[in-house]
C-alpha cells in the first residue's frame, strides 16, 4: 500500500508538468523532485525499530502513537464511524481515550448491538442514552418491532437530549415485514427533528392528520415510509416542506385522504 | 493568463489548465511552495477560503507554518484531483452537496487517495486538513482510519496505532464489566 504511492504520483505531476508547464508553476515542482526521503526524514525524524521513549516530534513515525494526539472532536468522528460496540470499546484503548465516546457524535444501529432479543437491546440503549452527553446525534437506528415491544422506552429516547439534532432516523420494518400488526404507535416527539434529518425512515406506523403540515424538513433528503399509513395532504406537506429531498421511498403504504378510503398503494 | 496551447492535449489535460487558471501559491513550513486550483482551494477549505476572500494570498507563497511540504503537498495533490474529478453538471450544485452530504462515503478516487498514504502521511494529513478547515479531506481520512481500527478488537487497536495501555489491570476490568455488551468474546 506504501509503496505505491511517491513514484506513481511523481510521475503523474511530471507529466502535468512536462504538457503544461504554466499551468503548475516550476518552483514548487522542481523543488519537490529532490528524493523525498530526505524532506521526510528530516521533518519526520523516525525513531529506529521499537525504542520506547517520548517521540522526537509529535509527528514521528516508527513506533509513535499519531492517533491519540488528534484533537476530541477528530477522534469522535473517527469513533462514531464505527459500530456502537466497537465504538463503545474504544474506551479500554488508554485513558486519553476514556472519555472520547460518550462525547463523540452518537451513532446507533439496533442491529450492532448484541442479540439476545430486542427488549434486552431496548434496555441496553436505554443505558447508553443516559451517559451520552455528546453533541449533535448522528444517527440513531433500531428495529421497528421495539416501537411493537418498548413503546414507553421509544417514546424516552425520542425525547432524550441525548438524540437532539439527530441527522438519521430509522425504524426498520426488518422481521415486521410479514407481520399483520396493527398500525404501531409512533412517538409523538419524533418530529422534532425535523429542522436537523437528513434520513427518516419510518415503518408500520400511522401518521395521522395534522401531525406534519406544518413542519420544514430542510435537511431531508431520504424519505422511507414501509407499510405506512398517511393521509395524502400530509404526505404531499412533507414533501413540499422537504426542498433537498432526493429519495423518496414508498413501499406498501397508502396515502389517502381519509379513513383508508382510495388507498395509493406504491 | 493560460493562453490556449494547441498542442492537442488530451481532454483531461485541458481542464487541468482550466481548473489551474487561477491558483494561488501556498508555502509549506520547510519552505517549498505548491500551486493549488483557487477555486477547489476556496471550496474545499474554510480557511484558505478565508484567506482568499480577506485578500491576505501572498502571491510569492502563503505561509503555512504549521504545515509540512509532504502533508502540503497531498493536500494540493487532493485539491486539484478533486477540481478535475466533479463532472462539470455536479461542479454546479457541488458547493452545497459537497459539505453537507448526508453520508461521508468517500468517492473511488478518495478511497485511493488516502489507500496509498504511509501511516505518518495519514496522520500528518488529518492534521492539514483539521488546520485547514477543510471537512471533507477531513471525512476522507477519518474514514480511513476508521476503516483501520473496524473489527480489531482494543489490543489489535492499540497494536496498529502503537496506543500504550496506561491503565492498571483495576481498572481495565472496571471498564470491561462496565461494558460489558461491547466486548467481544475475549
Known amino acids: 500500500m506504501a509503496a505505491l504511492p511517491r513514484g506513481g504520483k511523481r510521475r503523474r505531476m511530471q507529466a502535468l508538468q512536462g504538457q503544461e508547464p504554466e499551468a503548475i508553476r516550476g518552483s514548487s515542482l522542481t523543488e519537490l523532485r529532490p528524493p523525498p526521503s530526505m524532506a521526510t526524514e528530516a521533518a519526520h525524524p523516525k525513531s529506529s525499530g521499537e525504542s520506547p521513549g517520548p517521540p522526537p516530534s509529535p509527528l514521528g513515525a516508527g513506533g509513535v502513537d499519531h492517533i491519540s494526539g488528534l484533537p476530541d472532536a477528530i477522534l469522535g468522528e473517527i469513533i462514531s464511524l464505527l459500530p456502537v460496540k466497537e465504538a463503545a470499546s474504544t474506551q479500554a484503548l488508554a485513558s486519553r481515550w476514556r472519555h472520547l465516546w460518550r462525547s463523540a457524535p452518537l451513532s446507533i444501529d439496533g442491529d450492532d448491538l448484541p442479540d439476545e432479543g430486542e427488549i434486552s437491546r431496548a434496555g441496553l440503549i436505554s443505558r447508553i442514552l443516559v451517559t451520552r452527553r455528546g453533541p449533535a446525534a448522528r444517527r440513531f437506528s433500531v428495529s421497528a418491532l421495539q416501537l411493537l415491544l418498548c413503546s414507553s422506552a421509544v417514546g424516552s429516547w425520542i425525547s432524550s437530549p441525548a438524540l437532539d439534532k439527530l441527522q438519521e432516523l430509522e425504524f426498520q420494518i426488518g422481521e415486521m415485514m410479514r407481520l399483520h400488526s396493527p398500525d404501531l404507535p409512533l412517538p409523538d416527539s419524533t418530529f422534532r427533528f425535523s429542522a436537523t434529518l437528513r434520513l427518516l425512515t419510518v415503518s408500520k406506523c400511522h401518521i395521522p392528520q395534522g401531525n406534519v403540515e406544518a413542519l420544514h424538513f430542510p435537511q431531508l433528503r431520504e424519505l422511507a415510509l414501509e407499510s405506512v399509513r398517511i393521509p395524502e395532504n400530509s404526505l404531499q406537506s412533507i414533501i413540499a416542506g422537504s426542498p433537498i429531498l432526493e429519495s423518496l421511498l414508498l413501499s406498501r403504504s397508502s396515502a389517502s385522504i381519509a379513513c383508508g378510503s382510495t388507498p395509493r398503494e406504491l | ?186
Open chain 2, 1 to 186: 493568463m493560460e493562453v490556449d496551447k494547441g498542442k492537442g492535449e488530451a481532454e483531461e489535460t485541458r481542464k487541468v489548465a482550466e481548473a489551474d487558471r487561477d491558483t494561488v501559491t501556498l508555502k509549506s513550513s520547510d519552505g517549498k511552495l505548491f500551486e493549488v486550483s483557487k477555486e477547489a482551494a476556496a471550496r474545499l477549505s474554510t480557511v484558505l477560503a478565508g484567506m482568499i476572500a480577506g485578500g491576505s494570498i501572498d502571491d510569492n507563497g502563503t505561509d503555512l507554518k504549521q504545515i509540512g511540504s509532504e502533508a502540503l503537498e497531498n493536500v494540493v495533490d487532493y485539491c486539484n484531483k478533486h477540481a478535475n474529478s466533479i463532472p462539470s453538471a455536479a461542479l454546479i450544485s457541488s458547493s452545497i452537496s459537497f459539505n453537507t452530504a448526508p453520508f461521508k462515503e468517500p468517492e473511488e478516487w478518495e478511497r485511493k487517495f488516502v489507500d496509498r498514504l504511509s501511516h505518518d502521511a495519514l496522520f500528518d494529513l488529518v492534521e492539514a486538513a483539521n488546520f485547514l478547515g477543510m471537512e471533507r479531506l477531513l471525512d476522507v481520512t477519518c474514514h480511513k482510519i476508521s476503516e483501520m481500527m473496524k473489527g480489531k478488537s482494543p489490543d489489535q487497536i492499540r497494536e496498529v496505532f502503537n496506543i500504550k495501555n496506561d491503565y492498571t489491570k483495576e481498572e481495565l476490568e472496571e471498564i470491561r464489566q462496565e461494558l460489558a455488551w461491547a466486548f467481544y468474546d475475549d
